[in-house]
């Protein structure tokens, strides 16, 4: 009986308490949830009372029933051959008041595990190519290819075979030499020697440390790097990284003298009032163009705009927010024209009909209560119909008067009064017996005698 009992009850404990769940576990832990993850959503939905113990045994047991994953073959690279290149979650910073998060962009070298690490604030075409024109000053070489995955600032369509390359980044690679080697979508483990240098940044540098800002956060990230993390001895090559990579440098590509342009490729929509919008900035472009989308390549010092492969004009870039930039000569005819009439080319037009036209124009504009600009080009266009030498007679003549209007200039001309010789201006033109010119005495005197 005992022996019985004995078998019975061993039976008994060999049933798991979470056997009722089995295919719920088995496809929680096909997707990748953790023991302890599929423990609590047991408790909290199902009702389940056993231990963790039990959940942790089962979740093992699945996992050795599974197949295997696919066996790999750890890649080997020659001196200056590639490099791998990722970004990564870094530090929360202050940024004008703000909690911003920052990204980690790190370079490793594949042979020598030489890195190169800076933080920036996003992942932007600018400053993908920011950091690699800094990481190739770094080493102060290039390596041959470069291996990303497919990030937009990189590759703007990922594909196995046939990736698309972000515009800007191939005349990056065209400039410095190096190719690009885009991993095929879903296969991250192709670039794990960088993926690797993300953790090790994230494990062995950022913690239990203190930034003041994103220049004392690089400061102390560069020293780390020529400090703890090159002169560590690596855990896959059993040397130092910094004594690899002066084997490796002088395999690498050199620097290009001078280095290139690099620009970031952006698209924008020319407006009615010919200008295009970028980085919160206005640029003029022809204005046959309006309503088409132009290519802008956009550099520290310059915005070159572009209809497909056709240049159109470069303008220098905008040093502020909300600044236009416009060429003359992009605007349609009428509203250069308008524009062409400012107070300095009204001055300038002025100037070559006569000194008085330019004193009568001076005069014209320096009202202090009214905008006088369209009566100064209206007067100005009277000598296209009486010719210079009358209209200069015409404004000597209202300067004579004092009466510095565009109608007495128009006047004048139309009646032909220019013509005429200018007499000095008197101002007592109705002499001493003048209607209303006498004090009441002499006037009441001279009509009913003196007064009793």
Not at 151 to 160: D, E, G, V, Y
Not at 270 to 284: I, T, W
Not at 412 to 437: K, M, N, T
């Amino acid at each position: 009986m005992a022996a019985v009992l004995g078998q019975h009850k061993r039976a008994r404990s060999t049933i798991s308490s979470v056997q009722p769940w089995r295919e719920l576990v088995a496809r929680w832990v096909g997707q990748g949830v953790a023991g302890t993850t599929i423990y609590a959503a047991l408790c909290r939905n199902h009702g389940y009372s056993g231990s963790y113990s039990s959940v942790a045994r089962m979740v093992a047991a699945i996992r050795q029933s599974q197949a295997p994953e696919a066996a790999t073959v750890p890649l080997s690279f020659a001196p200056g051959e590639a490099a791998q290149v990722d970004f990564g979650a870094g530090p929360m910073l202050s940024d004008r008041g703000q909690r911003r998060r920052t990204w980690a962009f790190v370079m490793t070298l594949c042979f020598s595990r030489h890195q190169y690490l800076e933080f920036v604030w996003d992942q932007s075409v600018p400053s993908w190519l920011g950091c690699h024109r800094r990481a190739f000053e770094f080493f102060g070489a290039v390596p041959r290819r470069l291996i990303i995955d497919n990030a937009k600032c990189a590759i703007t369509r990922a594909s196995a075979n046939d990736p698309l390359v972000q515009r800007a980044y191939g005349e990056c690679a065209i400039g410095y030499g190096f190719r690009i080697d885009a991993c095929p979508p879903r296969e991250p483990q192709l670039k794990g020697i960088v993926e690797a240098g993300v953790k090790y940044v994230k494990r062995s540098f950022m913690p239990l440390r203190q930034f003041a800002d994103m220049t004392d956060l690089n400061r102390q990230a560069r020293t780390w790097v020529l400090g703890e993390a090159g002169h560590r001895v690596h855990g896959t090559t059993r040397n130092k990284p910094l004594e690899m990579f002066e084997l490796e440098r002088t395999e690498m590509l050199a620097l290009p003298i001078p280095a290139p342009d690099l620009g970031s490729w952006h698209q924008a929509k020319v407006s009615r009032d010919c200008h295009l919008k970028f980085d919160r900035a206005l640029y003029s472009a022809p204005f046959r163009l309006i309503g088409k989308r132009l290519w802008l390549r956009a550099t520290d010092c310059s915005v070159a705009l572009f209809l497909d492969y056709q240049h159109v004009h470069t303008h220098p870039r905008a040093t502020r927010a909300g600044q236009r930039i416009t060429v003359a000569d992009h605007l349609p005819p009428n509203a250069r024209a308008f524009l062409a009439n400012d107070w300095q080319a009204c001055l300038e037009q002025a100037r070559r009909v006569g000194n008085a036209c330019a004193t009568f124009i001076e005069l014209l504009l320096a009202h202090r209560v009214l905008e006088r600009l369209r009566a100064a080009q209206n007067t100005l266009r009277l000598a296209r119909t009486y010719g210079n030498a009358r209209l200069e007679a015409a404004c000597a003549r209202a300067i004579a008067h004092d009466s510095i209007h565009y109608r007495t200039v128009k006047t004048i001309l139309a009646g032909g009064w220019d013509r005429q010789p200018l007499e000095p201006y008197v101002q007592s033109a109705y002499g001493s017996s003048a209607r209303f010119a006498r004090d009441a005495d002499e006037l009441f005197t001279a009509q009913h005698g003196p007064l009793h």
